[in-house]
């Protein structure tokens, strides 16, 4: 299974639907970038001033919450879109 960070934010209305319908059986470690621990590792993987939520999976960048759905389900083995 691949490492899959979900990189979001407290407040934010889009982060918030990706949580609430993130397939089950994916291991997805959440990273909220308003803490000191979650802006180093945003700025680690180079996501600084970015909109959230990011999607990262092994190092592959994917933004704007449908593209994350669609990119969950997918490593689910689901063929559901969000």
Known sequence: M???LL???P??????YI???APAGLEISY???STAEGLAEAAYY??????TPILVV???ITEGAIAIM???NELAGNGAKA
């Not at 407040?11 to 918030?16: A, E």
């Not at 180079?46 to 909109?51: A, D, T, V």
Request: hydrophobic share 20%; aromatic share 4%; proline share 3%.
């Open 46 to 51: 180079e996501i600084l001033g970015k909109h």
């Open 11 to 16: 407040g934010c209305q889009k982060c918030d």
């Open 58 to 60: 092994d190092d592959q």
């Open 70 to 72: 669609s990119r969950l």
């Open 2 to 4: 691949p490492e899959i």
């Open 31 to 33: 990273v909220d970038t």
């Open 19 to 21: 949580k609430e319908r």
């Open 7 to 9: 990189f979001t934010k």
